[in-house]
Every structure is written in C-alpha cells, then in structure tokens.
C-alpha cells in the first residue's frame, strides 16, 4: 500500500501557531464570558498532549499486532485508492461516533476519556489534553480491518479526524452558516459536549460529522452558555493524577462494592451509577397481648 504521512505530527506546527494566535485574540480582544486561558491549566493540557505521544506508542505494539493478526485472517483487501481513501475517513468517523459514545456511557471507557474533559477552560489547548490509556479505543475500529482495511490505513483515518478536531475547541469562533452546521462537527456543537449542564450532558459525540449525533438521537444545538468540566470536577494540575483519577474512583469503589453484582455495575455501568440501597428489612406487626380467658362462674 502507498505510503500514508502521520498527519498528527506533521500538524504539531500549525497547532503551536493557531494556539499562539487564539492567545493574543484574547489579550486584543478580551471577552468577559469566554472561559480564555489559564497558565496552569494550558500547561496541563498541553503536558498531557505530550504524554498521550509517549504512552500512545507503547499502546501501538500490542494494538498493532491484533489489527495485523486480523488483517492476516481476513481474505478481503481494500486497496488505498482516491476514491476508497474518502470510504474509510467515512467509515472510520462513524466507528469514532460510536467508540466516544461508548467512552461517555460505560465507566472503565470513561475513565480513559474523562481526562479529555477535566478542563474547566475551553480553548485550543483543550484539544491536546489526551489520555494515556488509549488501549480502550482499538476493539471499536476491528469492523474496518476484519473487512480489509491495512491497519495503515486505519491509523491515517484515526490522525485525520484527530486533526479535524483541534479547531472545534475554541470560544473565538460562532456558530457557522447552517448547512456546515447540519453537517459538520463545529466549535458550537463541541462546546455543548464539553458542557457539564444536564441538558448537555452525553451529547454530540461526532468527530468530523454531527450527522451521526442527528441520527442516532445524541443532537443537542448550542443554547444556553455552557459550563465547562466535570459534573464532580477534580482540583489538580498533576498531569499524573489527571490521567488515572478516574481509575483510583473505581479501584475505592470496588473495595467498597458489597457482591460481585455491585462490583460488575462499577465498571461496565455509566459513571454515575450507583447501586441501589439495601432494602430496609420489614417491620413485624406487634403481636396483640392475648385476651384472658373468660372467667367461670
């Protein structure tokens, strides 16, 4: 197969460049509302984006040897062609579409994500804070190579739409004209997902495409102001802690779980799930004083 550029980092210049100027906007034009930025929390993200580089190469080794072992198996090839490149950037967002769903609704998924959303800003730097536990994504893209995509391929796909969603993480930009709002994920949609109010919550789960969200019921347009962050949001800048928070909140709750039942919900269950309590034991009616026997006369 051609040779396909790793466009994450051939884009690592302009994404210095547009962040430099989504900073001197600010300073220029200040907006009272906007979330802006915050040194500590800027460098959080962006020592988390670093980290994600680090650990995501590691994840690759393991991730790459099943998605070749697959393709091995597979009889079927789809050829990189100019016209079947398009077919799997489709193909590859609508997987996406499924695998943040799933990343927002099951807790051991989410506490992988939950680090993407640990910023109470919004802005370009947002988008470079990832998790270093990414091992969670690839069983999502197995459909892509089991029909014949190279694992290449795949990777190229998974790069693009990374790309395609640096811009969407800013308050600069409104909404756009409607027909690439239809279609489009845009900075409006994206900052409903980033929003921790209820009627936000588990919404626009779209990387490249909002169709997806507008087909399958996750669609929520922009209205109120959103609030960014967790609906429980953690007070550090420890990239470290960052990233495993989440993991520790369900190790404690596993100590704490009373059956396997419990234990099972902590997991695969949404992040907020809670068992349900004990059921009080029932109260036995006090027994009437018996009567005293009638007496002879």
């Not at 989504?22 to 980290?51: C, F, N, Q």
């Not at 080794?61 to 016209?83: E, F």
């Not at 756009?176 to 279609?183: A, I, K, N, S, T």
């Amino acid at each position: 197969m051609p040779h396909l550029p790793d466009v994450v980092l051939w884009s690592v210049p302009a994404f210095a460049v547009l962040t430099a100027i989504e900073v001197v906007s600010y300073r220029i034009h200040p907006d009272e509302e906007a979330e802006g930025y915050e040194a500590k929390d800027a460098a959080t993200s962006i020592g988390m984006g670093v980290g994600s580089v680090v650990f995501d190469a590691l994840w690759k080794i393991p991730i790459v040897a099943i998605y070749s072992a697959i393709y091995a198996l597979t009889p079927l090839r789809v050829p990189v062609l100019w016209w079947t490149l398009p077919l799997m950037l489709l193909a590859q967002d609508f997987f996406y579409y499924w695998s943040h769903r799933g990343h927002h609704v099951v807790r051991i998924l989410w506490a992988c994500h939950v680090v993407h959303h640990s910023s109470r800003k919004f802005n370009l730097t947002t988008a470079l804070r990832q998790p270093w536990t990414t091992w969670t994504v690839w069983p999502f893209y197995v459909p892509m190579v089991a029909v014949g995509v190279h694992p290449a391929a795949v990777a190229f796909c998974s790069g693009v739409n990374l790309v395609y969603q640096f811009w969407v993480h800013t308050e600069r930009i409104g909404k756009l004209p409607r027909p690439f709002e239809y279609v489009l994920n845009t900075p409006s949609h994206h900052r409903v997902h980033h929003a921790s109010q209820g009627g936000y919550l588990d919404r626009n789960f779209g990387g490249i495409l909002i169709v997806w969200d507008r087909l399958f019921g996750s669609f929520v347009a922009e209205a109120e102001r959103p609030v960014y962050g967790l609906t429980k949001n953690i007070s550090t800048y420890n990239p470290l802690r960052v990233a495993t928070h989440e993991y520790a909140a369900i190790a404690r709750d596993l100590r704490a779980a009373r059956g396997w039942r419990e234990r099972a919900g902590r997991i695969f269950r949404g992040p907020g799930w809670q068992p349900r309590p004990p059921a009080a034991p029932a109260l036995r009616p006090r027994a009437e004083k018996a009567a005293a026997p009638e007496s002879v006369g």
